[in-house]
């Protein structure tokens, strides 16, 4: 049997998508008001704590929960599990979003953003900043997610004979693409390796600054691991949701063999984290008890819930349980990272952050944003599969969604 | 796959091993130290001879073109700015003891032999400029925050109420400096607490006072070679180590090491990604190959 | 005791030179408040005062320019230099003394002889020791001889001036003639030293009221100075203080911030370590008449480490710094969060966490059902 990605159609303006749009609408003020007086009226940031959350959640958590283009991709082209195919797109169009968004809230955070487009100017480069291996690596996936989804939209467009000259542009793109398609493709598990294990390496200069809990010479691996958990969780999430909200049935078996794989980064991050802090004495600080050991051992039991959890094959197989430790890694790489980048963070006594409401709206409403495009994209162009889930390996070799 | 007890605790191991062996450090590329430039200047300030009457913040606001600073949250004080902002690249601080013990610190940019600033800023808009005075070029800069974060003495400040801000901090007053003049702050004190000269000179004087008055003096010259060496050397009153006066113990190394060399290890000449890359395309090209036996992609 | 009434008192003559009670009465409140005496005891000094209670004063001159004498008589009160002499029996004064000569030396041993014990001798001047004390002679005797005997059979010795209480100007390096104050050569007595090139006379003035009307001296500090009129700094009182504090200088001489009348600190201003009242009172009672007053920097008069060693222009370390309550702190407290912002965070994760719950339990449970057919495990 056969099976394809198609458009799920259907009226735009559903009563989510007003919502969100609503949502939306209301960071707009907030962004004008940014640009005209500055980040110092809308957030709450200082110089004690010049990063805040469109920094530590929009960016730095964001790319991470878009890592499942990123993580399926790894299964499908690089270990060439095929029948993980059906996830791809979906998840590509996931990460396309939230890598968009990423890149919309760096452009809002940035104090002189009319200088962005010297970053990319060769000869300005200062390569031993990891930021800018970090916005390079970035500017350039959002591209390669784009062009991975293109064939997507090149299906629907290819077909447009209303409009003959879109009709051929996109033929000839679409050619273009699958020429240069495995290139692209690898390209696509290279960059993200680069750039969210950097995420992590931004906070290596920090010796003094960052909580000794946090600070390891680690970071790059620490952040690579959880951002490739929390792709598959994204995908799962997004999965089960999506299948829902279209009332699909659930692609239980793939997702119950990706869930394995978790299971085995999962003791590999909680195995770094604790061998590393055991061999540099650093135990104590758990020990202390304090808000800092708090945090960390809320992290662990973040991160060890859905291992033990996703244990079992009976786990493993329940969509309702694959579906919390999803949740619940999405949680912990998500407090993990704001535990590096914000809690864990210590520029001295007498600064202080939280991010204030206008601050919170706009990423809310990023967030909000993402859902309506979303909704619109996965309506209007292929992306989901239909029909029936494949039964044993022969059906597991379809088509690429391409 | 279905993760066993045997593969979790394969995980585990892999994990402990990574972490045990030391790889990340192993790896890290040897990188020299670097050292100040021949010609390097630098301040020597002796706390044990400042007294406090912040003549030199009012002459580093007037060289420097500052506005006043009327926005303390203490109310609405004039002018008397309660720490380094983006109005404000020098103060005198107080450090009252228990014991009633008191001194002066004067706090304004450290210009790092290794500036960690200078080193994350993606691309130089921070950078160790002439004599080793650390420069800021706002025509470059973005705006990122990066060197705020990264900077372990908290220096470079931001204009955050303006559309258009900029990183504000001491640069030495080289537009003085290259003319042959000295810091406006230098020029201002009664008392000589503050002094520039070249480096070296600077160094060994601040060493000729420990030596000679080791009663007056906390036995250490702050900036020798914390964090590997700033270009701003401190001495600090008997019994008041520099941690009391706000500076961070920051040990010998400087700042950017671990992170310049753990990237410069794996980055080194881009061979690592372009290897990994090639092995990617490779897999990738494998999985085509066997997903769909035509070769290459689809239509 | 009424206008007029006239005993044969003090007031009496007071009142036939012209002086009204009431300005007799304001002096004696003045006094009382300059040496720190609480307002109840002004009627005991006046009435001491008036009853003709007035101890007897010797007043010897050494090596002294007698400007401390002088400073006695600098006020701008009409007979109030009258009142200082008539609240103490002034039995021996060289500058004051028609007499001279062996009929002034019988006057000051006839005096020494009636009152031994109970007279205040003060010094003014400083006492050479150098070449068997023969730099300063008066009648034949060394000013060391005279200062012992006199100084020794009195009540009380009254240092007054710098070069009484540690050598002033004749003490400058190299001192040539072995100038020391009087502490120097009346050791295990009890000396007040009144320092200042001069002092200001309610200094003194306080010193001998307490003395005249209690029988008892003034608190003293270390170096046996009033702490009434020393204990504090010219610096910690100086009106210009704010604009030290602020930071604003003269550089020069008839620059703008001089013009401005901004901290002198910078032209070697030595009111931080030097402990006098000028500040607080000016001398010749007119505002404004002392050296920062008029513009010019403090020379530490007062101070045997300052005056006549440092130079005038060079600038001094502070005593006991005192900075204002607003100065900056190692640590400043930048602000807290606001309230309102965490109650909605926490709704917002709240809501999250709820919603995640829902969700969890909706998905897991609705397609639960498809899992018996994916059984078949494969890898």
């Known amino acids: ?402 | 796959m279905s993760p066993t007890r045997r593969s979790v605790l394969k995980g585990i191991a892999s994990a402990a091993t990574l972490a045990a062996s030391g790889v990340p450090k192993a790896f890290a590329a040897p990188r020299r130290r670097k050292t100040p430039p021949a010609d390097a200047v630098g301040l020597l300030y002796d706390a044990t001879r400042c007294i406090g009457c912040q003549a030199c913040v009012v002459k580093c606001k007037e060289a420097n073109g500052m506005p006043p600073d009327t926005g303390t949250p203490r109310g609405p004080m004039y002018d008397a700015p309660d720490d380094l902002n983006a109005k404000t690249k020098n103060i005198i601080k107080l450090y009252k003891g228990e014991d009633g013990r008191t001194s002066f610190m004067k706090a304004q940019c450290m210009h790092c032999v290794d500036p960690a600033c200078a080193s994350v800023c993606m691309i130089s808009a921070l950078y160790k400029g002439p004599r080793g005075i650390v420069v800021y070029d706002p025509g470059k800069c973005v705006g990122c925050r990066y060197c705020q974060t990264a900077c372990p003495f908290n220096m470079p400040k931001y204009e955050w109420r303006t559309a258009f801000p900029k990183i504000v901090k001491c640069e030495m007053c080289r537009h003085l400096v290259e003319k042959g003049g000295i810091p406006a702050c230098v020029a201002a004190c009664p008392r000589e607490a503050v002094i520039f000269g070249g480096l070296e000179t600077l160094r060994a004087d601040a060493k000729g006072r420990l030596a000679r008055e080791p009663k007056r003096y906390f036995p250490k010259v702050y900036g020798d070679t914390d964090g590997g060496g700033t270009q701003v050397l401190y001495l600090s009153a008997a019994g008041i180590p520099f941690g009391k006066l706000g500076l961070p113990d920051l040990g010998d190394e400087p700042l950017p090491e671990l992170t310049e060399s753990l990237q410069h290890a794996v980055y080194q000449g881009f061979i690592a990604p372009v290897a990994l890359y090639a092995i990617l395309g490779f897999a990738v090209y494998r999985s085509f190959r066997s997903q769909h036996p035509r070769k290459g992609g689809e239509k | 005791m009424g206008p007029g009434e006239g005993r044969r008192t003090g007031f009496g003559t007071w009142e036939a030179r012209g002086v009204s009670r009431r300005e007799f009465l304001r002096t004696c409140a003045i006094a009382a408040a300059a040496v720190g005496l609480p307002g109840w005891t002004v009627g005991e000094i006046a009435e001491a005062a008036a009853a003709g209670g007035r101890p007897p004063v010797i007043w010897l001159h050494f090596q002294e320019c007698t400007g401390c004498s002088e400073t006695l008589l600098r006020a701008s009160h009409p007979a109030v230099s009258d009142l200082i002499l008539d609240l103490v029996s002034l039995d021996y004064h060289e500058t004051l003394f028609a007499a001279a000569g062996r009929q002034a030396e019988e006057a000051l041993q006839a005096a020494v002889r009636k009152n031994a014990g109970k007279f205040v001798c003060v010094i003014e001047g400083s006492i050479p020791r150098a070449e068997v004390g023969a730099y300063c002679r008066v009648g034949g005797r060394t000013a060391v001889e005279i200062a012992k005997e006199i100084g020794g059979k009195a009540g009380a010795v009254i240092a007054i001036g710098s070069c009484a209480s540690w050598g002033g100007i004749p003490s400058a390096d190299p001192n040539p003639t072995g100038a020391v104050g009087v502490s120097g050569i009346l050791e295990g007595k009890t000396v007040v030293c009144l320092p200042g090139c001069p002092p200001n006379p309610y200094n003194f003035l306080g010193t001998v009221l307490q003395y005249a009307t209690f029988g008892t001296l003034p608190a003293l500090d270390s170096l046996g100075r009033p702490a009434f009129a020393y204990a504090r700094t010219i610096h910690e009182d100086c009106p210009r203080r704010p604009h030290f504090d602020a930071g604003r200088f003269v550089e020069r001489f008839g620059d703008e911030g001089h013009r401005h009348g901004y901290c002198l600190y910078k032209t070697g201003c030595k009111g931080p370590r030097t402990h006098a009242p000028c500040s607080l009172q000016h001398f010749g009672e007119v505002v404004g008449a002392w050296p920062v007053g008029i513009g010019h920097p403090c020379f530490g008069c007062t101070e045997q480490s300052l005056a006549f060693r440092v130079p005038l222009h060079t600038t001094v370390e502070i005593d006991r710094p005192t900075p204002p309550d607003n100065y900056p702190p190692i640590h400043a407290d930048h602000g807290g969060v606001s309230v309102a912002a965490v109650g909605v965070a926490g709704l917002t994760v709240g809501a999250l966490i709820g919603a995640g719950a829902m969700a969890a339990k909706k998905l897991g449970a609705s397609k639960g059902e498809g899992k018996g057919e994916n059984d078949k495990e494969a890898t």
């Open chain 1, 1 to 402: 049997m056969s099976r394809k990605a198609q458009a799920v159609g259907g009226s735009i303006l559903t009563w989510p998508f007003i919502a969100a749009l609503a949502v939306f609408a209301l960071c707009l003020p907030v962004l004008a008001w940014r640009f005209l007086y500055g980040l110092g009226p809308t957030t709450g940031m200082n110089d004690g704590f010049p990063w805040g959350i469109w920094i530590a959640f929009d960016v730095v958590t964001g790319t991470a929960l878009a890592c499942g283009g990123f993580s399926v991709a790894i299964l499908c082209y690089a270990f060439n599990k095929g029948k993980y195919h059906p996830l791809i797109r979906p998840a590509i169009l996931t990460s396309a979003l939230g890598y968009s968004l990423a890149g919309a809230s760096v452009i809002i955070d940035l104090g002189r953003y009319w200088n962005v487009w010297k970053i990319p100017l060769l000869w300005n480069w200062n390569r031993n900043s990891v930021l800018l291996e970090v916005a390079l690596c970035i500017m350039t996936y959002v591209f390669v997610l784009w062009i991975e989804l293109s064939p997507a939209f090149f299906e629907v467009w290819e077909e447009q004979e209303k409009y003959p000259l879109l009709c051929r542009v996109a033929r000839w793109l679409h050619g273009l693409l699958n020429r240069y398609l495995i290139g692209i493709l690898a390209l696509g598990i290279l960059l993200p390796t680069m750039h969210q294990s950097s995420l992590g390496s931004l906070m290596l200069i920090m010796t003094t600054k960052l909580h000794k809990l946090w600070h390891t010479p680690l970071l790059p691996v620490l952040f690579l691991s959880s951002a490739i958990l929390m792709g598959y969780a994204a995908v799962i999430f997004e999965s089960a949701l999506a299948d829902e909200v279209f009332d699909r049935p659930r692609e239980t078996k793939i997702l119950a063999s990706m869930s394995g794989i978790m299971v085995v980064v999962l003791f590999f991050f909680l195995g770094v984290r604790l061998v590393d802090l055991a061999l540099r004495d650093r135990l104590g600080l758990v020990a202390r008890l304090d808000f800092y050991s708090g945090m960390f051992l809320l992290e662990m039991a973040l991160f060890l819930a859905p291992a033990l959890l996703l244990l079992s094959r009976k786990g493993r197989n329940n969509p309702g349980i694959e579906l919390i430790s999803a949740i619940l890694m999405m949680v912990a790489g998500t407090l993990y990272r704001f535990d590096t980048f914000l809690v864990g963070f210590r520029p001295g006594p007498g600064w202080s952050y939280f991010p204030t409401i206008p601050e919170m709206a706009v990423t809310i409403g990023f967030v909000a944003f993402e859902v309506l495009a979303y909704l619109f994209i996965v309506k209007k162009f292929p992306i989901l599969h239909t029909g029936a889930p494949p039964h044993g390996l022969d059906a597991a070799t379809p088509k690429p969604s391409g």
